[in-house]
């Protein structure tokens, strides 16, 4: 056979796969994005993250005001793997920290907003208006702060109240995080899919604490904090199952993903992207690239052209 | 079983040193932590009150390691405060080291900048000519000078002080006698720790004359391992990347010398 004929033949046979992927509206180059709180304050770190191959950074929750966070300890490495923070949401503030990034143009910004009630998200989200924002991710998850992320995701007629305020203050897609309160997320999710919500990231981190035995006391500053890192990714995987069984709406996988197995498992679990964070405190800013060669390998072993030939396929049986 | 750096390890504080009324030196026992390399610091864990980084003293005695500590706010007042036999918890050692050249040598350090100037000298060889610059604010704020001489007993070596009031050695900013010096001679490394500024003018004056120079940086730390972010320098994280990085690498820093960021994470001008 004619060497170009082969070719040709062959590449309509095998495509090369492509990392891109969409959460709904939301179009990604790369299915692996930075998870809130992660590196997440400076323009600067996000254009080395999205060059290390990660297709989106979420930012560091922000408030309508700057806040400082807890005093230290506020990180603790769990024996056995994983972490436990209780940083306590510090950040710049909405408003500040729309004017570092009113210059990007590059990097895919996805802004995680912290609050309390709808007004506060409609702020900050009026805030943004001169800023390309990817998405904006509504914080309906922070276990260690008072007053926002849990404690709003607990209440469903705020979940419902917030997200039909975001909604309606924006065109850019809204995604939810949400996490393991005492309402069962899948209340909150489904409101606020009932609510209009683009897309769900899922989980956020475990309600947690550490108490050393010498000193007797517990170590975090704030006494409990949320768990993240590889301990959670079972029940992380298990929760992107759940939601992308009963519900038909787009899921950002996110919790204890550090290899490319990690994140084909959330794919196969029904997750269009993922969200990573501890991994980067083990394998440092490298665990982008490390994962998408790895993923771009296995599409090829398993002759997959897209991100969307996996997704869900673990719910086939 | 080979100790995982990240996990917090107790420890008893054995001997406490007066250096100056603001300034101790806090000695424990602990294999890891005295063999450090010069320029990496720990996270210290103050029970009840905060945690840390501070940078890893020199130890005389094999297997010990110490703190030099400057009482300023509430956690560092509190490391401070610590008397012997109190426990404290620690965690790394985390951050490169610096690159230490032969021959020629400039170390300046200012304020607690010192420590990690002292951990570098137990690595100097006999052979290299030594120049140390301490800077202080006055007589009484002037610490390991006599401890500087000794390291250096077996080298050619020079020790000098500045303060800013004049009340010891040269009057002036160390800066300046850094800008002197590096006019007078070539000198094969410049390593400096201390205030951002004194840090900033260091590496300009050793930098523009094609010296090679290193800074050990210091920014806001929260979790030491690279994952709150609060460390970042431009596109750098200190704690991580750092904290010492070359001269090179610094001149095309924007924020290095420039701007530093608060607890919240705001962009403030020094
Ligand atoms: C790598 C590194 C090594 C250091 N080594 C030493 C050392 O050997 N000896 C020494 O005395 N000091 C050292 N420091 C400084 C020390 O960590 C504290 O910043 C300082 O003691 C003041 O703390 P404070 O909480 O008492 O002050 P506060 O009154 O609480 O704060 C005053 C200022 O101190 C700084 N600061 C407070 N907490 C932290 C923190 N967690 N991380 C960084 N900066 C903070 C901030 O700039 C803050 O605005 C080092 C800092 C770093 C980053
Ligand atoms: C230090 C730290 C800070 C975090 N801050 C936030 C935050 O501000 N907003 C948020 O929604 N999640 C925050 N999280 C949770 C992460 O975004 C993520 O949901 C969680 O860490 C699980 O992912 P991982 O196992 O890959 O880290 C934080 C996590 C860590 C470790
Ligand atoms: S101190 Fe947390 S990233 Fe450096």
């Known amino acids: 056979m004619n060497q170009l004929l082969y070719s ?81 949401l510090s950040n710049p503030g909405a408003t500040n920290f729309a004017k570092m990034i009113e210059s990007n143009q590059t990097v895919p910004i996805v802004v995680s907003l912290v609050g309390s009630i709808p007004e506060d998200f409609e702020f900050m989200i009026k805030q943004f208006e001169n800023c390309k924002v990817t998405a904006y991710e509504l914080n309906l998850s922070c276990p260690h702060v008072a007053k926002v992320g849990l404690e709003v995701g607990d209440d469903p007629e705020l979940v419902r109240k917030i997200v039909t305020t975001s909604k309606n203050s924006t065109d850019v897609p809204i995604i939810a995080k949400v996490g393991l309160g005492t309402t069962h997320y899948l209340n909150t999710v489904s409101t606020a899919i009932d609510s209009g919500i683009d897309a769900i990231t899922a989980i956020n981190t475990v309600r947690a604490m550490a108490i050393d035995v010498e000193t007797q006391r517990p170590i975090l500053s704030n006494k409990f904090g949320g768990l993240s890192g590889t301990p959670i990714k079972p029940i992380a995987l298990r929760c992107v199952y759940e939601i992308s069984s009963k519900y038909d709406i787009p899921i950002i996988g996110c919790g204890g993903v550090s290899t490319w197995e990690d994140a084909v498992e959330f794919f196969l679990a029904g997750a269009s992207a993922i969200q990573l964070g501890s991994a980067i405190g083990d394998n440092w800013i490298d665990v982008f690239g490390e994962i998408n060669n790895g993923i771009l390998e296995y599409m090829k072993r398993k002759n997959y052209s897209s991100i969307k030939d996996m997704v869900g396929l673990a719910k086939k049986s | 079983m080979q100790r995982n750096h990240n996990h917090t390890t107790i420890v008893t504080i054995e001997k406490v040193i007066d250096e100056t009324p603001t300034v101790r030196t806090l000695v424990f026992s602990d294999d890891l932590m005295s063999n450090v390399l010069p320029g990496q610091f720990a996270m210290v864990w103050i029970p009840g009150i905060n945690e840390l980084p501070m940078s890893v003293m020199i130890s005389n005695e094999p297997g010990k390691a110490a703190f030099t500590v400057r009482k300023h706010g509430p956690a560092s007042t509190g490391l401070f405060n610590i008397k012997e036999g109190q426990q404290i918890g620690i965690r790394g050692p985390y951050g490169n080291s610096f690159d230490l050249k032969k021959g020629k040598l400039l170390l300046v350090g200012g304020g607690t900048g010192l420590v990690p100037m002292m951990r570098l000298l137990s690595f100097v060889k006999p052979t290299d000519d030594v120049t140390v610059l301490i800077g202080a604010k006055s007589k009484d704020e002037v610490f390991f000078e006599d401890f500087a ?18 009340s010891y050695g040269e009057k002036g900013f160390v800066t300046d006698l850094v800008e002197k010096l590096v006019n007078e001679s070539h000198y094969d490394g410049v390593y400096v720790c201390g205030p951002e500024i004194m840090m900033y003018k260091t590496v300009q004056s050793a930098h523009s004359r094609g010296m090679f120079v290193q800074a050990s940086l210091e920014r806001m730390m929260k979790c030491g391992v690279g994952i709150c972010g609060s460390c970042c320098v431009g596109e750098d994280l200190v704690c991580r990347d750092g904290t010492v990085f070359d001269g090179e690498h610094l001149s095309s820093n924007k924020e290095f010398g420039h701007f530093y960021r608060n607890k919240a994470g705001i962009l403030e001008k020094y």
């Open chain 1, 8 to 88: 040709k033949l062959s590449s309509l046979f095998k495509v090369e796969p492509s990392l891109a992927t969409s959460i709904g509206k939301i179009q990604l180059d790369k299915p692996m994005m930075l998870a809130s709180g992660i590196l997440g304050i400076s323009l600067d770190v996000f254009n080395r993250l999205y060059r290390s191959g990660a297709g989106a950074v979420v930012t560091k929750s922000l408030s309508t005001e700057p806040w400082e966070g807890y005093p230290n300890p506020t990180i603790f490495s769990v024996k056995g793997g994983g972490w436990i923070n209780a940083v306590g």
């Open chain 2, 149 to 166: 001489n000794s390291m250096l007993e077996k080298n050619p070596h020079k020790v000098l002080v500045s303060t800013d009031d004049g």
